[in-house]
């Protein structure tokens, strides 16, 4: 087992790394730029380094400065949490250049599953069902192409998600300037222009799949999460098991996924996503990290994905086998709380929070990093809070989401706790039959978007 781990990362994520770190008896480093000096997860790690000013590029981001930290401390490995550099395998090769354990998959499978249409090339040769589409990113004229697979398309970026570089096409008349509008979209958020083009499902629900591989050659699949409801890409609401998967087709997109990992050489944690329509499920990405939802996976299947992660890093083996994974124990679901309005077109809010009164009981989690006091920087995401409800049941788990959201009071930002007592409550949330349209269906969020969000 490690000695030291630096946890190149902030807010919520780095609270729970360290969490999970004081339990295996792991001493932590954190790392924080000049804009996090008031963050929770300083105080707990047993050492603190500032790595740079506030922009990530001047600090999250800067790997020479997050190695530096690590050697002068003595860290033996680094857990990058999620975005910044978690998918980097760049960075992941420079840690084992310099001796450090990166806490996450090997260059070698991030190259092959970090590209969209590198994974999908990887899907197909296991044998897994993919949206059919262009034959990896684009280098020339694919009008005859487009015409083949059928209009309506989605041109997506192979170096990102969030929906950046992201455009849907009904005509041919459309596809050149939409091609070129997604290319630079994607330039700008990925410094990579790269796209590719997928045949669009109309009707879609997203899905995906919790996996784990260790050194050993052994890989496990979790029950599914349904990441259906989004908001222009972006995931609101999750949980698990979905209301429209039978067990058949879970354990099919379960053994997919397996295949998959294995094709690619994968270890450590990672999500193999799905769009799921009529029946039918087709591979679209693998996220090559932890995900932010990933504490639902923990309650259904009541393991701890932190811990094994660190453990598998560390060289052990998984400590069970596919039919213990795929056990299912609970309903969850999580809410993602943003400090942002949503009466102003969903405004990022950053500020100081004057008072926090956080629900408990019985099946609510919360991850948090803030506290009464806090004052939450411009910089970064607006997540604050995850909020984890598990019950026996769906329709017991939708009761409890309620109540946890009505005692959850923060003064002095807006957030969007509201919005998701709203979801939740909606009829058709509750039926359990939407598709990745349904904020836009049912018109809860119907206010003019803004460009950056």
């Known amino acids: 087992m490690f000695k030291k781990i630096l946890i ?22 954190a ?50 949490g999620y975005g910044f550099l978690s998918e980097n395998a760049d960075f992941s090769e420079l840690c084992a250049k310099r001796g450090i354990t990166f806490i996450g998959p090997p260059p070698s499978a991030s190259r092959k599953l970090g590209f969209k249409s590198a994974g999908k090339a990887v899907a197909t040769m296991a044998d897994v069902p993919v ?34 570089g992201m455009r849907i096409v009904r005509s041919a008349a459309e596809l050149k300037p939409q091609l070129e509008a997604a290319s630079t979209e994607a330039k700008a958020a990925f410094g990579d222009g790269s796209v590719f083009i997928e045949k669009l499902l109309e009707r879609p629900r997203h899905v995906e799949i919790q996996i784990i591989a260790d050194n050993h ?65 087709y591979f679209i990405e693998v996220n090559a990290r932890l995900q932010v939802e990933h504490p639902v996976t923990e309650a259904v299947a009541g393991v701890d994905l932190m ?23 609970c309903h969850a679901i999580e809410h993602r709380i943003n400090a942002e309005d949503p009466d102003n077109n ?4 950053p500020g100081r929070i004057e008072s926090i009164e956080l629900p408990g009981g019985a099946g609510v989690r919360v991850d948090t990093h803030v506290y009464a006091g806090y004052t ?3 910089y970064y995401d607006s997540m604050i809070a995850k909020l984890i409800i598990s019950a026996g049941d769906r329709p017991a788990a939708l009761r ?54």
């Open 8 to 29: 190149a990362n902030r807010s919520e994520i780095a609270v729970r790394v360290i969490r999970a770190a004081r339990e295996l008896g792991v001493k932590t480093v």
């Open 400 to 453: 409890r989401s309620l109540r946890a959201l009505g005692e959850l009071k923060i003064a002095g930002v807006k957030t969007t706790a509201g919005m998701h007592a709203k979801v939740v409550a909606h009829p058709v949330f509750m039926s359990g039959d939407f598709d990745t349209h349904f904020i836009e269906k049912t018109g809860l969020l119907d206010k003019k978007e803004p460009a950056h969000v």
């Open 346 to 349: 969903f405004m990022p809010c």
């Open 131 to 164: 949206v059919p589409g262009t034959e990896g990113d684009i280098t020339t004229d694919v009008s005859k192409e487009v015409e083949a697979i059928g209009y309506p398309v989605l041109i997506k970026a192979s170096a990102g998600g969030g929906g950046k």
């Open 217 to 281: 050659g052994n890989v496990v699949a979790f029950p599914e999460r349904d990441c259906t409801v989004q908001r222009r890409h972006q995931k609101l609401v999750e949980e698990s098991p979905s209301p429209a998967l039978t067990p058949q087709i879970r354990k099919d997109m379960q053994a997919a996924a397996i295949r998959l990992a294995k094709a690619a050489g994968y270890q450590n944690v990672g999500t193999v996503e799905f769009l799921f329509q009529d029946g039918k499920f």
């Open 376 to 378: 939450i920087p411009s």
């Open 31 to 80: 790392v924080y730029s000049e804009a996090d000096r008031e963050s929770r997860h300083i105080a707990m790690a047993d050492e603190a380094v500032c790595i740079g000013p506030g922009p990530s590029k001047l600090s999250y981001l800067d790997q020479e400065a997050v190695l530096s930290a690590a050697k002068n401390t003595g860290a033996d490995a680094i857990h990058p």
């Open 307 to 329: 811990e094994l992660m660190i453990r598998v890093a560390a060289g052990e083996k998984l400590p069970f086998g596919q039919e213990r994974a795929s056990e299912i124990r």
